[in-house]
């Protein structure tokens, strides 16, 4: 009955289905768990559909060590069978059956009755379970043989069994990343059948279980030996959901088991290095799924092995993955070369060993062998499978039984971005002969490097890489030692430290430019997080959590103005009236004025006085007095001056400082903190009574009623904008939070400029290049007409004031932009603009 169509009822027939070792776990999603229920539930009651091949391998009783107790259905004529390809959907079968059968034995009219007395349609329960699910071995009914399921060594063998088919068991049972979605498939079905029987009742589960058993229709192939199999495993699973790397390989080193000669290893050695194979891949993925909220990345595990078990190159992407399944393949078990064996002496002497001075130094016999041994295959799945521990515990140091310090510093790593330190660090523990005073001074080290190197030096991800992606190697071979390594770390570091803040001064003048000086800087959280740390330990008490700065909180904030960037307030425009709109923004984002919360706020709480922000006489919110470190140590301050804003700069760069041992002159403090302007002397401002009006930087003037309706009508644009941008795929234009600003900045990757929308006195849409120097604008200049051919309109080049030393390139387009009819017009017309504006923009990049 091979390559014929068949549905699940004769598909079912005499048959035992197993996923075999090489297999990967169950990998359908939400997605693919829609596009199947969709497929059902949208089928006529009168047609077929076609779900897919089904590739089986028929097996020997040889191939069935695994089987453990389902060889009796064998003896009254079932049939077992490997599922080569269509796993995936021969699971979603099975789950969303038994979640049927689950369902209608649950309704309350059937709470007394046992399956022989309940029905779908003319089938009892009884009989679906064990024509489809499983069957009882007679007559004690103490063994369950199940018809689909996995091969008992693979860990969700046990999970699909006892958490998803639902059979009593008290053992632990383990859960992976595959685990966790057989579970939501059955949290789904479970669901999606609920919701059908509220709409439809009963007869809408009876039409949905004929549809499934009688109206999907596969095309059954089966498979007629191993080399077929291998190899139709691999191509079949270039469509569909794609197996990942790891899936490949593992699949790749069984099939290579297959191919070695008897002479090279016996059938028991065959055994074993298959059996090493999958305890490799087990623990493996045991350890990537370990933590079920935040399971870790096959593919990056895989590579991180690569750079560290053989010799990394600067290959990029997935050339790793090419370069393994180039020595794991069949061409290196092939290929022979030839080997002399020298013949053992029985042991007798004779004369004419003794006297003949012709005799041949040495009898050989020829042997032919691969060029991969299967050793190599053992020593490396062994390796993977040692270090998959430590990859997860590089994660989650806090899981492990490392100690406190070195918890502490790889917290830190993975708090400002360990990049690509991953690899070794992760050999500093799987090398067993070094120390955990060695590995904390290498962890140190490493953090310093990045730290100077990459969040102030603004150096390319990849500087310096191969040098300890090499490292990472040595240490594991045990030719390199930890203290020499982080010997090398900190002079990088005394090398590169000059420029580094160099080059800070320079993205943090941009900042300046863009209007959010400090609060733009990226890793201004970890800066600030550390400095509290530092007091926190001196007090010997933590009051922030870091796991504050990991959620995304509507109109919630984590690091606050102390003095607002809109100061509305009396007491703001009266301790700051000497200054100007444009200084007062600069004030608000020099790193000074920056607070680092113990607790989100509501953003609306941001505008109030000093002193209510630091003791509150109302119960909106708790003060600073009562929140960080931080915070009590800016609400031990009488008041909240541009000279305290800059004596508190001062502190943090002293602070950047000592922490990182580098060295900052004064003059650059000044330079960072850009806040020269507070020490000219200026005539005496009269106190200010009362508000009248609020001057903002565009020059127009409005109520206080009229201001505040304002920001919520840009706040709601550009969320309504932000979620636009994300449910249509353009994940790249929402980089940045939603404000009240008439602005929406967008980073494009260059140092040189970014692109902006606006809108402008609620008659213009806005689009825009912010350019920050004017080389980078002369340079965009000179190449103006070839930019707006690429754009396909012409822009305005020359709308910033003349002393401004960073220029706009503009386009406008005239609209009413409160018509909510227009909401989504105007949404299409930015996104459109800007596609084109980065395209001419980024094909002027590649040209220079």
Avoid at 437 to 457: D, K, P, W
Avoid at 596 to 606: D, P
């Amino acid at each position: 009955m091979a390559n014929e169509l068949q549905p699940l009822s004769v598909l079912f027939q005499n048959r035992l289905f197993r996923i075999p070792d090489y297999q990967r776990g169950y990998a359908w999603k939400h997605e693919q768990l829609v596009d199947f229920w969709e497929d059902l539930i949208n089928l006529h009651e009168d047609r077929y559909h076609y779900i897919g091949l089904l590739s089986l391998k028929a097996l020997n009783k040889s191939d069935l060590s695994n089987w453990q107790g389902d060889e009796w259905l064998l003896k009254i004529g079932y049939k077992p069978y490997h599922v080569v390809d269509g796993q995936q959907r021969l699971t979603t079968f099975s789950i969303l059956l038994n979640e049927i059968v689950i369902f209608v034995n649950h309704l309350p009219e059937n709470k007394h009755k046992e399956d022989e007395e309940i029905f779908i349609g003319f089938e009892s329960l009884k009989d679906i379970k064990a024509k489809y699910l499983v069957r009882k071995r007679p007559p004690q009914n103490l063994i369950s043989t199940y018809l689909f399921g996995y091969e008992t060594d693979n860990p969700s063998a046990d999970y699909l069994r006892y958490k998803i088919f639902e059979e009593p068991f008290e053992k632990t049972i383990f859960e992976t990343y595959y685990t966790k979605n057989l579970k939501y498939a059955k949290e789904f079905f479970k669901e999606n059948l609920s919701a059908t029987f509220t709409l439809e009742g009963l007869r809408g589960i009876e039409v949905l279980y004929r549809k499934l058993t009688l109206q999907f229709m596969f095309n059954l192939h089966e498979i007629e030996d191993d080399y077929d199999v291998f190899v139709a495993f691999e191509t079949m699973n270039n469509r569909g959901k794609k197996l990942t790397n790891l899936e490949l390989l593992k699949n790749r080193l069984i099939y290579l088991t297959t191919l070695f000669d008897d002479q090279e290893i016996d059938e028991i050695d065959k055994e074993q290095l298959r059996n090493d194979i999958n305890e490799a891949w087990k623990e493996v993925y045991h350890q990537l799924g370990r933590n079920k909220e935040r399971p870790l990345l096959d593919d990056e595990f895989l590579r991180a092995h690569w750079i560290t078990y053989f010799q990394y190159s600067r290959n990029k992407g997935d050339d790793y993955i090419h370069y393994l399944l180039s020595k794991f393949s069949a061409k290196s078990i092939f290929e022979k070369h030839t080997v002399k064996k020298e013949i053992e002496n029985n042991g007798f002497i004779n004369d004419y060993d003794q006297n003949d001075d012709d005799v041949a130094e040495g009898e050989f016999e020829v042997l032919l062998v691969s060029k991969l041994a299967p050793l190599e295959i053992s020593n490396y799945v062994n390796s993977l499978k040692n270090m998959a521990k430590y990859w997860y515990n590089s994660y989650f140091p806090y899981d492990s039984e490392y100690e406190i310090e070195e918890k502490y510093w790889l917290d830190k790593l993975n708090r400002i971005g360990i990049g690509y330190f991953r690899p070794l660090v992760v050999s500093a523990f799987t090398n067993k002969d070094t120390t955990p005073e060695e590995r904390i001074s290498l962890l140190q080290a490493i953090e310093r490097f990045i730290f100077v190197c990459f969040r102030i030096g603004n150096r390319q991800s990849t500087h310096r890489s191969s040098f300890y992606y090499k490292k990472a190697r040595e240490i594991l071979n045990e030719t390199a030692s930890l203290s020499s390594i982080a010997d090398n770390l900190d002079c990088d570091v005394e090398m590169e430290a000059a420029s580094a803040i160099a080059s800070f001064i320079t993205s943090t003048n941009r900042r300046f430019e863009n209007g959010e000086g400090f609060y733009g800087w990226s890793d201004l959280r970890y800066f600030l997080y550390e400095y509290e740390s530092e007091k926190a330990t001196k007090n010997n008490l933590q009051k922030v959590d870091w796991k504050l700065f990991t959620k995304v909180e509507k109109d919630k904030i984590t690091i606050e103005h102390i003095l607002p960037k809109t100061a509305t307030k009396l007491y703001w425009r009266n301790t700051y009236r000497k200054y100007s709109p444009l200084e007062i923004r600069v004030l608000s984002g020099s790193l000074g004025n920056l607070l680092l919360l113990a607790q989100s706020i509501n953003s609306s709480l941001q505008n109030d006085e000093f002193l209510e922000k630091k003791n509150p006489t109302s119960k909106r919110h708790r003060g600073y007095i009562n929140g960080s470190h931080s915070e009590i140590e800016v609400a031990l301050e009488k008041d909240w001056t541009a000279e305290n804003i800059l004596k508190r700069g001062l502190i943090l760069l002293d602070f950047m400082e000592i922490r990182w041992n580098i060295t900052i002159t004064k003059e650059q403090k000044q330079q960072l903190l850009h806040l020269d302007f507070i020490n000219e002397v200026r005539a005496d401002v009269p106190e200010i009574t009362k508000i009248e009006n609020i001057e903002t930087d565009n020059s127009n003037s409005y109520s206080k009623e009229e201001l505040s309706k304002r920001k919520l009508m840009r706040i709601e644009f550009w969320q309504s904008f932000v979620e636009y941008c994300l449910i249509n795929g353009h994940d790249d234009i929402t980089i940045r939070k939603p404000g009240y600003d008439d602005w929406y900045d967008v980073p494009i990757g260059s140092h040189d400029y970014h692109i902006f929308f606006q809108i402008y006195k609620r008659e213009k849409l806005r689009i825009g290049l912010y350019v920050y120097k004017p080389e980078s604008f002369a340079r965009l200049e000179a190449k103006k007409e070839a930019i707006e051919k690429l754009c396909g309109f012409n822009l305005e080049w020359y709308t910033s004031r003349e002393k401004s030393i960073a220029k706009r390139i503009l386009y406008n387009a005239d609209t009413d932009i409160d018509n909510p009819a227009l909401k989504f017009q105007h949404f299409a017309w930015l996104i459109e603009h800007f596609y084109k504006l980065k395209y001419a923009i980024d094909a002027l990049d590649k040209i220079n």
